[in-house]
């Protein structure tokens, strides 16, 4: 039996909320769940009451092989949970953010070094040098 994590649609139009669950592969949409996980509701806006998700629960199913739908996969790495199959990371903590941006500022400031050295070099060698001008520029690290 493939099981898989997905969302069960609740509400009415326009104003809907889901309940995440475990089903069967072969259920329809809005049929019987395994067991539910938690709830989403995307129309609140405090990220704190959207997702109700039952951690301990999630982890075990995905431990014995059910597979989150995509949907269901990024609900669970925007709110930490590793989903093993995925490919891709949680979403990052504020301390990992900030090292992550200090990382990627210093990677810029050396590109930003060697374009400025390249650009020197092509206006360098755009114009027609005499011999003794090409010693002198190469001389001068350029």
């Known amino acids: 039996m493939a099981v898989r994590i997905r ?4 509400g009415r139009k326009n104003r809907t909320f889901f309940r995440l669950g475990v089903f069967d592969s072969m259920t ?7 067991e539910e996980l938690g709830h989403y509701d995307p129309l609140v806006a405090d990220d704190d009451k959207k997702y109700s998700l039952n951690r301990e629960r999630i982890s075990y199913w995905l431990s014995q ?17 590793d989903v093993p ?3 891709k990371k949680r979403a990052m903590s504020p301390e990992e953010k900030a090292a992550h941006v200090k ?7 050396k590109r930003d070094v060697a374009m ?7 206006e360098a060698t755009s114009k027609p040098m005499s ?11 350029g």
């Not at 329809?28 to 395994?34: F, L, T, W, Y």
């Open 65 to 81: 092989g059910a597979l989150p739908t995509p949907t269901v996969q990024n609900i669970l790495l925007s709110q930490g949970v």
């Open 116 to 122: 400025a050295r390249k650009a020197k070099m092509v």
């Open 131 to 141: 011999k003794k001008e090409r010693r002198e520029a190469k001389k001068a690290g």
């Open 85 to 87: 199959t995925s490919g």
């Open 7 to 10: 969302l069960k649609r609740f």
């Open 28 to 34: 329809r949409r809005d049929g019987r769940a395994i």
């Open 103 to 109: 990382v990627r500022a210093e990677k810029q400031a």
